[in-house]
């Protein structure tokens, strides 16, 4: 059996169950901690640190989406030091990828008045759309590599494994065994990754030729007449 | 980003599962598709279909016009026209009242016995109890039946029997509170695939076990702690010698067997042949891996079956299935959260359109139609005269269309199903077909079944209709309309209404009642008499569907049944021999083909081969293991002809340990090769369900010029 636990968040006390998360503690009294990476249908992995806080007695900022509730623990989510992080998070993103797709990150970019312009000889990630497969596009220029595709493709949902983290450091990007094709993979097209995305770098094909300027009708009549394959 | 102008909360309609959708809706056209990550029944997950597979809806070859066939067909004449320069477009008044006319003529000349009607497990419940009722109050026949009889028709029965219930014990959630349980004649990853996320997750996540008891080598069989390959159609055997072991090595509940069961003596004096070592020689299982199954199921703490077709559709479907109750007898692994027996319905409304009464021995809410009191309350419900209803049981699917000749059946109404796919021995029923005097057909497609009609009424899919869908875990759903119809396509249950108004009035019937003015009220009248249904309102299932049975209207539902009782009382053991199946692998047709799905493509393909999903997987395979494929000299990829003694495809082989040793798989899906050519039409004498799962076929090397498209190639990393 898991024991309670009383803690302080902004001031306000909380007792929680003690595998509580931060963020969830939070949640229960109404205190709001921005997520990027977290889901709740995925494991945290803290990737982000959007939802870090200041915990009195750490030296370093805590991740509010992972770190569990402890007896007596204070926390502050909105301190100086808090907001300068979460400023600087989003200004990173911003300078290395395409948030266009990402409404809910360019809302946060206003409440923490993070610029875009912050770091102005940041190298993008910028990637062709990888168009191959009829269900749906990939355009990694827009991913914030919050592994929430990779995790839906393994343990989290599909038990599939057919997209992973590929390359290291700057260069890391998701994808295939060996670069494969999506329909060469051991990819289901069943989309879950898509569905957790948080900022349009998946997109479903038809979503995907609506914003291409393709009206419904144009869309419905493509590939309904017999499909030439290449041969192996 | 595109901004939706409505987001529409909808169930799936493709398989059993019945997950949750949302529509996203910009002018008219459904550009995505997600799903709430906290549904009950899919948590957020959905699979190839249900997220992308719903693209159909705007084919330019659907048909959103009524249509009267310009030539006149004759019996005995009929032809398919699936191109539209052979069909005349009309009003709906003109189709209808054609429809009317021609439909009257016959009844006045040949009785009740020369109508019948396929209803449609794709159909809403609503939808599926007006068809049933349009029939039996009109035209006083039983002769009404839907695909339930192809898929589990064996189960049904065999339930039926030991039971007195046929649909699942228990949900398809409470697989990950299992400790064991057993998968057998199910690729659930295919053909369930959210239940097979939840079967994975019981056993990667909760330290569940499984058994899986398939002659394929299923995906499942990676997470599995034991495979039993059993050849095609030895279930009995397997499954009997399980209990053989259960009951020689005394792992038996004997509590339950003397409070909640009859027949158990002799059961037990039927078992002496059923050894390990007998099941071994018959199935090809080796005895040792049945001893072990035996004990992980009687001895777990909470242990459950999980079956496909792979159990009913053979010509011993209901004995297989009986197989399988037993053990749950035996053990006591029934009535409790976590155990139960669990047939996983297909389609998304099949347990609807059964629960409906589309079915030629029942009406709604599976009462006998040569039972008095039933009919009696039906006729009331129907403003019938005393006696006025058929009590005489119905032809089943298949039988409706064997008896398709003068003194027959003469005229078939058809809703949404595609025989001429999905039936037995297609040349067979091409044959029956051609014999009908009229024939009507409701669907969003001219499929094969379809061409053969004389008028063609266009209904709309799921995403154009309110209702409801019951699935596979008796959770009753609401289907929503999420954009208006398209052309001058009209929702099933209006179409029936206008029909049966116009034959009402030309018959001079006393109505029946067919002015709704929506949906629910004819969910109502239905659950009037239907007590399963009875607390079931649009209002109480808005957000989440309601698990019936639902007696009244403060009832939760009741997600695990037979927690007390059975619903004939005790459950009933019966006596099983061992019966092969009816045609068996020789030197002619030495291999055993075996049918079923694949992921991206649904049943006689009329949605899925018109949808993006046909790009994802355009081609029939043949699937050999490496062993046949070298002995006859075929690599991956090569044309080859399959033969059985009732007919023909040529496709490409796929070579895979997927398959076992002398057994080929084929999908059902692909016109262009119909696995349903080969199969043979023998039937279980009492599901009348037809043998799909097993029938000899030879395979022979073949030229590329010989294939239907040979510039299609299936190029995919799974498969």
Known sequence: MTENVTLTIDGKQVSVESDTTLLKAAQQIGVDIPTICFHEATTSNALCRICVVEVEGQRLLQPACIVKAAQDMKVRTRSEKVVRARRTVLEMLASTMDLSDAPEILTMMDEYGASAERFPDAERRESEVKDDNPMYVRDYSKCLLCWRCVQVCAEDAQYTFAINFDGRG????????????????????????????????????????????????????????????KEK | ????????????????????????????????????????????????????????????????????RKTKQEAGRRTQAFDLSEWREVSWDEALDYAADRLVEIYKRGGSDAMAVYCCAKATNEDNYLLQKMYRSIFRTNNVDHCTRLCHAGSVVALQQAVGSSAMSNTASQVIQNDVFIVTGSNTTENHPIISLQMKEAVQKHGAKMIVVDPRRIELVDFADLWLPLKPGTNVPVFTAMAYVIVTENLVNHDFINDRTEGYTEFLASLEDFTPEYAEKISGVPAEDIRKAARMYATAKNAAIYWGMGISQLSHGTASALALIHLAFLTGHIGRDGTGLNPLRGQNNVQGASDMG?????????????????????????????????????????????????????????????????????????????????????????????????????????????????????????????????????????????????????????????????????????????????????????????????????????????????????????????????????????????????????????????????????????????????????????PVKVQSRRGEVVLRATVTEKTTVGVVFIPFHFAEAAANLLTNDALDPQAKIPEFKACAVQVFPAREDELAHPDVMLSRGRY
């Open chain 2, 358 to 638: 589309a079915m030629p021995f029942h009406y709604p809410g599976y009462m006998r139609v040569d039972n008095e009191d039933n009919a009696a309350k039906w006729e009331k419900t129907w403003n019938i005269e005393a006696g006025g209803l058929s009590r005489k049981l119905g032809l089943t699917t298949t039988e409706i269309l064997s008896h398709a000749h003068e003194g027959g059946v003469r005229a078939l109404y058809i809703m949404g199903e595609n025989p001429m796919m999905s039936e037995p021995n297609l040349n067979e029923t091409r044959k029956h077909m051609e014999q009908l005097e009229f024939l009507v057909a409701q669907d969003i497609f001219i499929n094969e079944s379809g061409a053969f009609a004389d008028v063609f009424l266009p209904a709309t899919p799921f995403a154009e209709k309110d209702g409801t869908f019951s699935n596979t875990d008796r959770r009753v759903q609401r289907v929503r309309a999420a954009q208006k119809p398209r052309g001058q396509s009209r929702p099933d249950w209006q179409i029936i209404c206008d029909l049966a108004l116009r034959l009402e009035s030309r018959l001079g019937r006393v109505t029946a009642k067919w002015d709704y003015s929506n949906p629910e009220e004819i969910l109502r009248e239905m659950a009037g008499v239907n007590l399963d249904y009875a607390g079931i309102t649009y209002e109480r299932i808005d957000k989440v569907g309601l698990i019936y049975p639902v007696p009244n209207m403060n009832h939760p539902g009741t997600p695990t049944l037979f927690k007390d009782s059975f619903p004939r009382g005790r459950g009933k053991f019966h006596v099983l021999d061992y019966v092969p199946v009816m045609e068996e692998a020789d030197d002619e047709f030495p291999f055993i083909l075996t049918t079923g799905r694949v992921l991206e493509h649904w049943h006689g393909g009329t949605m899925t081969r018109n949808s993006a999903l046909n790009e994802a997987y355009p081609e029939a395979r043949v699937q050999m293991h490496p062993a046949d494929a070298e002995m006859h000299g075929i690599r991956d990829g090569d």
């Open chain 1, 170 to 229: 700057f260069e890391t990007q998701i994808g295939t065994f060996f670069d494969r094709s999506i329909p060469e993979t051991s990819c289901v097209l069943c989309g879950q990754c898509v569905a957790v995305c948080p900022t349009g770098a998946l997109k479903p094909k038809r979503e995907f030729l609506l914003e291409q300027g393709m009206s419904p009708n144009e869309i419905s009549v493509l590939n309904t007449g017999r499909k030439r394959r």
């Open chain 2, 1 to 68: 980003m595109i901004k939706p102008d409505r987001i529409v909360t909808t169930t799936c309609p493709y398989c059993g599962v019945g997950c949750n959708l949302e529509l996203h809706v910009k002018d008219d056209f459904i550009f995505k598709v997600t799903s709430p990550f906290d549904s009950p029944v899919n948590h957020g997950n959905l699979c190839v279909k249900g997220r992308f597979g719903y693209d159909y809806i705007y084919h330019p070859k659907r048909v959103t016009t009524p249509l009267i």
